[in-house]
């Protein structure tokens, strides 16, 4: 079954520090693969999207970047964090569902990492 | 642009009551239209996603929810709430192409369930 992995879980970086996050899918070959984000009161943002290695899109400006290095691994970045860069970061990849073929394809996200910028 | 709308940051029902979280859209094209659950800490879980078809779409854990296009609603509900039901409930509606969904979300409702 496909599974998909977050880490950290959660992290604490002063402002100016550089940041990783990443996430990788167990399972599946050639995912189409989402970072979100959550602030603190709000909904998700869809960030960045990626259909393929090295194929990125970014949906709002910003002060993060994202990388696909390998087919299954996406990465979130950003060279110096700010205090709006708090919150919970989600990744996610379109699959089936495991167990409900009513579903169809859909997203399915990781447990998250929760980023508190000090 | 798409837009997802939650009425209701804050829901509270008492166990066995029923539940009903409210979520307006707006699209100019046919929707794909989903509800999340977001137990705390954890990521987000799919309910349920209305495609085409069937208007009432029925979910998981009970919850079913009905695409009314006359109304720009797609409200959840589940006759009887049970404590396990506590939880952040998030409403999205996709753009993009069916296999590339790009959801937008709304900024979610709490459910409090009251013993």
């Known amino acids: 079954s496909q599974t998909i992995h977050q880490w950290p879980a959660t992290l604490v970086q002063p402002v100016g520090s550089p940041l990783s996050l990443e996430c990788t899918v167990e399972?599946?070959?050639?995912?189409?693969l989402y970072w979100y984000r959550q602030a603190a009161g709000r909904g998700l943002q869809l960030l960045f999207y990626?259909?393929?290695?090295?194929?990125i899109s970014s949906e709002v400006p910003q002060n993060l970047s994202a990388s696909r290095p390998q087919d299954r691994q996406f990465i979130l970045s950003s060279k110096k964090l700010l205090l709006s860069d708090s919150g919970f970061y989600l990744c996610a990849w379109i699959g089936p569902a495991s167990g409900r073929p009513w579903f169809g394809d859909t997203q399915y996200f990781g447990p998250g990492t929760r980023l508190t910028v000090l | 642009a798409q837009s997802v709308t939650q009425l209701g940051s804050h829901v509270s029902v008492s166990e066995g009551a029923l539940v009903l979280l409210r979520c307006n859209y707006s699209?100019?094209?046919?929707?794909?239209l989903f509800w999340y659950v977001q137990y705390p800490n954890q990521g987000l879980q799919l309910l349920l996603k209305?495609?085409?078809?069937?208007?009432l779409v029925k979910g998981i854990n009970g919850f079913e929810a009905e695409f009314k296009k006359s109304e720009t609603s797609f409200h959840l509900t589940k006759p009887s709430a049970h404590m396990s039901d506590a939880a952040e409930y998030f409403c999205?509606?996709?753009?993009?192409?069916?296999?590339?969904?790009?959801?937008?979300f709304g900024t979610g409702t709490r459910l409090t369930i009251i013993p």
């Open positions: 699209s100019s094209v046919p929707p794909y």
């Open positions: 399972g599946t070959s050639n995912p189409n």
């Open positions: 990626s259909v393929g290695i090295g194929q």
């Open positions: 999205a509606v996709s753009e993009g192409q069916p296999g590339n969904e790009k959801l937008t």
């Open positions: 209305y495609t085409t078809g069937a208007t």
